[in-house]
């Protein structure tokens, strides 16, 4: 397709997690969407790699991957300036699990920079040889989108908003697939419709859409489910396309990226003496690490926002097992980026019983070398506890909601906890390696009065 990207060895192709680049939208635009950025992938990728695609099937591919282009670029949309769609900033595409002869498995995320917790699109895409010309994708949604708060709060503003919501959730505009009531599927055709969500179908089972492509053909069937049976529900015609080279988006921000290299060496370890820190809390009471220290060992967590789903989970956890840690001999520290102003209705919400302090500046952070990574923010995406914690975050939230001021979805810290001894040395340090790992209270219960420590602990 024209691209001049680096062949990845044939060791790195067996890693779990190989290539997580990010791909830039432009705003106004929809020439470059999700197909071409597994078209990007699939020239990274070496073709020669052994238990892959051979040159000839990667060709295949990329016409297959070409066809996909009709469900995902409708060109009558690119003018259309009040699609959400087009304010599309981000694709992120990376390779999960290990390679199958004949087999991709990409989890593939759409984004929007206000709103990092909350994709507008998030998918496994599943592609295989079957027969010498034929292939087939499966794709598995990972996010419902009418669960999505910025798809309702944007079908609010908009002049379609009487219109119902699944009718903004599918791809088309003019067409998409429903279930009926017999449980069966049937085709819709809609007029003058809106498309926010790129989804030629409804979803069902977990399974959106399933594709068997020849590529000698010039239409791409779309099956349900139970597509052996050879029941065709949509047809796409050939849609051409128009492509160009991308690379990865860097971060602009000068100072995340100084702070990401100095975390990459340097962290803190078990016997070091971090700074006495006196600051003030959310309450606007003085916290002196030194006075606190005189009756109780210090376990400090460091969070994200007030807002980030995973950080309420741990902090709801925090509550629940806040009087058995101060019968251990604790006292809790928690550091949030958030400012004092969007942190403060969070605390008298939730009624947190332990030191808060607001750090957007981020001083605390940088004392105690937390780390900031885009590419574990990404790692996090697939991991299964960080989904189940977001998922109860959420939960937990209720109806609150709580705002984003603005640079906070930037942010690519990744979480830590520390004990600190009466002595002022740390005890325990736990690195991240996820968004959502934290030292487990039920080790620091089981482990309260011991002076072993441990050492810097990740778990992915």
Not at 156 to 174: I, R, S, V
Not at 272 to 298: C, H, M, Q, W, Y
Not at 377 to 402: A, I, V, W
Request: proline share 4%; hydrophobic share 35%.
């Amino acid at each position: 397709m024209g691209f001049s990207l680096a062949e990845k060895n044939e060791k790195s192709s067996r890693e779990f997690l190989i290539f997580a680049p990010l791909l830039k939208l432009k705003k106004n635009t929809m020439k470059l969407c999700i197909v071409g950025a597994i078209l990007c992938w699939l020239s990274a990728t070496s073709i020669a790699q052994k238990n892959t695609f051979s040159k000839d099937e990667h060709k295949k591919i990329q016409t297959f991957i070409q066809q996909i282009s009709a469900v995902y670029n409708n060109q009558a949309q690119a003018d259309t300036t009040e699609n959400p769609l087009l304010r599309l900033s981000e694709i992120r595409i990376f390779e999960i699990w290990t390679h199958k002869k004949n087999e991709y498995w990409l989890s593939i995320g759409w984004y929007q920079p206000d709103f990092p917790e909350q994709p507008m699109g998030e998918k496994i895409f599943h592609i295989k040889s079957i027969r010498k010309d034929t292939f087939e994708l499966d794709c598995y949604s990972w996010t419902d989108p009418s669960n999505s708060s910025y798809l309702l709060q944007w079908k609010e503003k908009h002049p379609y908003k009487k219109k119902k919501l699944e009718h903004l959730t599918n791809d088309g505009c003019q067409n998409y697939v429903v279930k009926n009531s017999s449980g069966g599927y049937e085709l819709k055709t809609l007029k003058d419709q809106v498309c926010a969500f790129n989804n030629p179908m409804a979803p069902f089972d977990g399974l959106f859409f399933h594709f068997i492509f020849d590529p000698t053909g010039q239409k791409m069937d779309i099956y349900d489910k139970n597509y052996k049976a050879g029941k065709v529900l949509f047809h796409y015609l050939n849609t051409p396309m128009l492509m160009r080279k991308t690379t990865p988006v860097k971060s602009n921000n000068l100072e995340e990226k100084k702070q990401e290299q100095a975390t990459d060496d340097g962290r803190l370890k078990r016997g070091d003496k971090p700074e006495a820190f006196v600051v003030e809390d959310v309450l606007g009471n003085t916290i002196s690490l030194r006075k606190i220290l005189k009756k109780n060992k210090v376990l400090l967590v460091f969070l994200r926002h007030a807002w980030c789903p995973v950080c309420n989970y741990r902090t709801h956890e925090l509550i629940g097992n806040y009087n058995a840690l101060k019968e251990a001999g604790y006292e809790v520290v928690v550091v949030y980026e958030s400012s004092k102003k969007s942190l403060l209705p969070y605390v008298e919400d939730h009624d947190l019983p332990y030191f808060v302090i607001a750090d957007p500046q981020r001083e605390l952070y940088k004392a105690f070398k937390v780390e900031f990574s885009s590419e574990k923010m990404l790692k996090s995406r697939t991991n299964t506890k960080m989904l189940t914690h977001y998922k109860k975050g959420m939960e937990l939230f209720g109806d609150r909601q709580y705002a984003k001021e603005k640079g906070e979805e930037k942010s690519s810290i990744i979480p830590a906890d520390f004990i600190i001894n009466k002595d002022r040395t740390l005890e325990t340090v736990y690195y991240g390696e996820y968004i959502g790992d934290h030292l487990p209270v039920k080790e620091l219960l089981e482990g309260a009065g011991s002076s072993s420590g441990h050492e810097i602990r990740n778990r992915f």
